[in-house]
């Protein structure tokens, strides 16, 4: 017997102005940390609340895709630091003049500083062969995966902990590091620690890197390039 749907509905009225409120601060002061990461440890069950927030993350298919896999031991997270280092140099050599500058003025050292990374992965075998809602669109499953990375991240900045979202190093060292299996997919890894002070504005804007571009900009209307009345 399929249960009665009221029994099945919850309640979907808006927050009050307070909760709304709180929820577009959190969105809108949310920041990438690098180097501001204090080194006392967070707290266990902080660490679960952050953890249950990215696994409330919508899925395609209900396929939850995510694994997290937490490293807080300095052996680790030194051979990681040494993985990155590698890729970053090369990423530094990729740009030129000026750029190349401010690219190596930028102060990355998260992995060593904060006191507990999440390497976040996707395993895209999971739910089979064939998933709801993945079946014309195969990067669904990823998709899913970045949805539980920002939750994350926002109930980090809920929590005052700050998250830096590193994506310079080559898969397969990280891989081989952590003991991951070849059909699992890297998405993310997140360094996080409490931070007492964060950018005004996102630090690649502050340091002249790039603007935020403006969203009527970004908008269209019933087809590409249509402007939208919202603005």
């Known amino acids: 017997m399929l249960p009665d749907q009221n029994s099945c509905l919850a309640a979907a009225q808006a927050f009050s102005p307070d909760e ?20 006392a440890p967070l707290p266990e069950e902080l660490i679960a609340r952050l953890l249950a927030a990215a696994h409330q993350a919508p899925s395609v298919g209900f396929m939850q895709p995510w694994n997290f896999v937490l490293v807080r031991r300095d052996e680790a997270r030194d051979k990681i630091w040494h993985a990155f280092q590698r890729a970053n140099e090369e990423a530094a050599q990729m740009f030129s003049g000026e750029r190349q500058a401010k690219y190596r003025s930028l102060k990355l050292e998260g992995i060593r ?63 081989a590091i952590l003991g991951i299996p070849e059909h699992i997919q890297i998405v993310a890894w997140l360094c996080l620690g409490f931070v007492d002070k964060l950018y005004r504005e996102p630090e690649l804007a502050a340091k002249g890197w790039r603007e935020r571009l403006p969203l009527k900009d970004l908008v269209f209307e019933e087809g590409w390039g249509v402007a939208s009345s919202t603005f």
Not at 20 to 39: H, M, Q, S
């Open 20 to 39: 709304r409120a709180a929820v577009y601060r959190a969105i809108e002061t949310r920041r990438d940390v690098r180097d501001e990461f204090l080194p």
């Open 113 to 175: 500083k904060a006191p507990l990374s999440i390497c976040v992965t996707c395993d895209r075998t999971r739910g089979g062969a064939v998933v709801l809602g993945r079946t014309h669109n195969p990067q669904m499953d990823v998709y899913s995966t970045v949805c539980a990375v920002q939750n994350l991240w926002l109930a980090a900045r809920a929590e005052g902990v700050g998250v830096g979202w590193v994506s310079i190093f080559h898969e397969s060292e990280i891989k």
